[in-house]
């Protein structure tokens, strides 16, 4: 036997990566509205599906807390089948399915086994189409959703994404997308029957079938499990997002914290945009991977926290650039200085040629990898789908990005990686962090409550 020392073994090296192939399928757009896509990726007997339907209107302070109730009492019954028949039917079909709402929209997600896709889709255009939200149920969700929404304001991370979206959206809807408790427990029965039925409706909303399936079976069992879905106009929409205007830190004071949640974010593009390649390579050389700048400074050199990192955030009416994490509160004034000096890297110069050729292939390698999966595809398809863009834009990413270059990173960044165009919100004991934070960057501090 020939014993080799461990520095001499090198790891191959990574080969030219392949083009993405992605599966079969085919569209429909029913006569309601509703647009369908069936995508066939057989592999395991299942099929994953999505539904989104846009709820997106401006104007009414108590949407937030009809959105949420709404989307927790969905399963609560229908005007065939009560909360528990609902859920041993899916149990039978070996499916499962979940529900959620945000200022866009009423999502639902499940899967299913194959050979039970017809009866798993009547369940669903049930669910959707007509919910019954007895008043009992809805009582028990009401009080359920007010607690959940009392334990996201008590922690830090709920307090600085409630804090972040006030600063950056304002008095828009996405700057209230979390009600408060107390307009939760006023949410009504009657208003969630007259909620749905302005809001939930078919034109305009998407549902994507992903897995064992036919492409134009799948077309076809849709149509005649929503084939009675009706109702009149749909999502009018939100009004535009105003400019990110400069201002302090919003340091929110939570007295004898330990540690200080960071928040920092900025408008970014969204995937529409001719720009998106070139801010989605430069993220993830800043942070929006383990290998990032910002995890190799901040986590790995001076060992302030266990995980930092940026990403790309799109909805339909706004995209972010947003940065995240937790830090003791000793450093949390040096946190941001590194985070700046980073940020400063970034639109300096240009990124080095093996960090660019690294970045690209972790994009382009966890894309390949992530379609390969029923779930995270069907998933992709939707937000593709809710945006707008075609099938084809999965397969045609790969290549936009392996066409950036070093110079264009550079001048992404000098757009949307300079410190003053972001804000900025921390978490924390503002006794402590105050007096090293204020001879930094101008500061207000907010009660958290």
């Known amino acids: 036997m020939i014993n080799v020392a461990p520095s001499l073994v090198q790891p191959p090296a990574v080969g030219k990566m ?56 969905l399963l609560a019954g229908t005007s065939r089948r009560s909360a528990l028949q609902i859920a041993e039917d899916l ?35 049930e669910v959707i189409i007509s ?56 949410v009504t029965t009657s208003q969630l029957k007259a909620f749905h039925k302005e809001r939930v409706l078919p034109k305009g909303s998407v549902l994507v079938l992903v897995g064992d399936i036919s492409p134009q ?20 929409g939100l009004p535009p997002v105003a400019d990110l205007k400069s201002g302090p ?15 920092v974010a900025r408008f970014g593009v969204t995937p529409q ?38 990403a790309l955030q799109a909805n339909r009416f706004a995209a972010l650039l947003a940065i995240g994490t ?22 300096a110069l240009p990124p080095k040629p093996e960090e660019l050729e690294s970045a690209k292939k972790y994009q382009a390698g966890t894309l390949a990898m992530s379609v390969n999966t029923q779930a995270y595809l069907a998933s992709q398809l939707l937000g593709i789908l809710k945006r707008g863009q075609p099938f084809e834009f999965l397969r045609d990413l790969p290549k936009l990005v392996e066409q950036v270059k070093g110079e264009d990173v550079q001048e992404i960044s000098e757009r949307f ?10 978490v924390g004991d503002a006794n402590a962090v105050l007096p090293r934070l204020e001879p930094y960057m101008p500061v207000k501090v907010i009660e958290a409550g």
């Open 18 to 73: 392949r083009a993405l192939k992605l599966p079969s399928f085919a569209e429909r757009t029913l006569k309601s509205g509703l647009h369908v896509v069936v995508a066939r990726k057989p592999g395991i007997p299942l099929v994953e599906a999505r539904v989104a339907v846009p709820l997106c209107r401006g104007g009414d302070s108590g949407d937030p807390a009809r959105r949420r109730v709404m989307a927790n009492s």
């Open 91 to 125: 149990q039978s079909m070996g499916a499962s399915l979940d529900v959620g709402a945000d200022a866009d929209d009423l999502s639902l997600s499940g899967s299913v086994l194959s050979t039970q896709i017809s009866p798993f889709l009547d369940l669903l255009a």
């Open 131 to 186: 919910p019954a939200f007895p008043d009992n149920d809805v009582s028990i969700e009401r009080e359920r959703t007010a607690q959940e929404v009392m334990l996201i304001r008590s922690q830090p991370g709920g307090l600085a994404q409630i804090a972040l979206a006030k600063r950056l959206f304002g008095r828009h809807p996405y700057g209230a997308a979390l009600p408060t408790p107390e307009v939760v427990m006023k």
């Open 273 to 310: 945009s001719d720009d998106f390649a070139r801010l989605l390579v430069a993220n993830l050389i800043f942070g929006g991977y383990f290998a990032a700048r910002l995890s190799d400074n901040i986590r790995e050199d001076k060992g302030y926290t266990y995980g930092i990192g940026s």
């Open 217 to 236: 079976r799948g077309l076809d069992l849709v149509e005649q499990a929503f084939g009675d879905w009706k109702g009149r106009g749909a999502a009018v």
């Open 249 to 263: 830190v919003q340091l929110i004071h939570r007295d004898g914290s330990v540690q200080s949640t960071m928040r």
């Open 417 to 426: 990686l300079a410190p003053p165009a972001f804000a900025t919100v921390i």
């Open 326 to 347: 937790d830090v003791a509160t000793d450093v949390t004034v040096p946190t941001l200085v590194e985070l700046h000096y980073e940020m400063g890297r970034m639109v």
